[in-house]
């Protein structure tokens, strides 16, 4: 048995708090996941904030965008940390499935939700 | 002249230097200026992720940014020269005329204290960039192009 995994949202000003905030409001889930913001923080404080939050345990980093600053501090610290995996393009709809899936491998759950996430992304007929 | 703008930030290629200023500046041409970056193909790797179609991106080290600035400024394609700090900044100026440098994101680290929410400077950056004015760069610092610029003197402690 794998150790449950940490979620940690790593987003521009305030986004990472609101999608954790939404998720504990729907799944009164409260401690699964880390919200992190690069306000005020180049590439090396955010990769120190990572440090902090995560220490050892095995962890999806989640982060908005599939570039810029978030993406850069979580891919910095992804090459020396082999039981982190990282996904950009975070939404709600994966973090409510991930805080219910966290017993596989950091990879597999990466993986969980990027299926999960991009499901959820879809026109609506009217 | 085609460098339309000389930027430090920390943050390098991000979301306000290819949005706001890319877009607003119509950028055709990033040039990353840093030496470690300039060997580590992973982290250019990383750093192209955020640039978008139509813009090239060149990463040069301080040496080959001096000899290829007189070309950035020629050439029509309005070229954007990023610096990670201070320091490489100085050494730039210190071969190259540069006229005017934009501070644009320089974050929490040791010895610095807040300047503004998105400059934070060591007494010795300080210096480097009172001694840059003295040689006639005109130094500003201004996150995105809709806010207003903070001349140098302004950002003492």
Request: hydrophobic share 45%; charged share 20%; glycine share 10%.
């Amino acid at each position: 048995m794998s150790e449950t995994l940490l979620g940690v949202v790593v987003t521009h000003g305030d986004l990472a708090r609101a999608l954790v905030d939404a998720v504990r409001r729907i799944t009164g889930d409260d401690g699964s996941l880390v919200a992190m913001s690069n306000d005020g923080c180049g590439r090396d404080g955010l990769v120190q904030q990572l440090q902090l939050a995560i220490g050892d345990w095995p962890c999806v980093v989640f982060v908005d965008l599939p570039s810029g600053s978030c993406l850069q501090a979580s891919a910095t610290y992804l090459r020396s940390h082999a039981n982190v995996a990282l996904v950009a393009g975070v939404n709600l709809a994966m973090l409510l499935d991930f805080v219910y899936h966290r017993n596989g491998t950091p990879q597999a759950a990466a993986q969980r939700a990027v299926d999960k996430g991009g499901e959820a992304v879809r026109a609506v007929p009217g | 002249m085609s460098v339309i703008l000389v930027r430090v930030d920390d943050r390098l290629i991000h979301g306000q230097v290819v949005v706001a200023w890319g877009r607003t500046e119509r950028v055709g041409r990033i040039a990353l200026v840093d030496d470690v970056i300039r060997g580590s193909a992973w982290e250019q790797d990383l750093y192209r992720l955020g640039v978008p179609d139509g813009v090239d991106v060149v990463f040069v080290s301080v040496a080959e940014a001096a000899s290829a600035f007189a070309e950035w400024q020629e050439n029509d394609r309005r070229t954007l020269v990023l610096v990670g700090n201070i320091e490489t900044l100085s050494r730039l100026c210190a071969t190259v005329h540069i006229p005017q440098v934009n501070l644009g994101g320089l974050h929490k680290g040791a010895g610095r204290t807040e300047r503004l929410p998105y400059v934070f400077l060591s007494d010795d950056e300080e210096r480097q960039l009172h001694a840059l004015d003295e040689r006639g760069v005109r130094i500003t610092a201004q996150d995105v192009p809709t806010s207003l610029p903070v001349p140098l003197s302004d950002l003492a402690c």
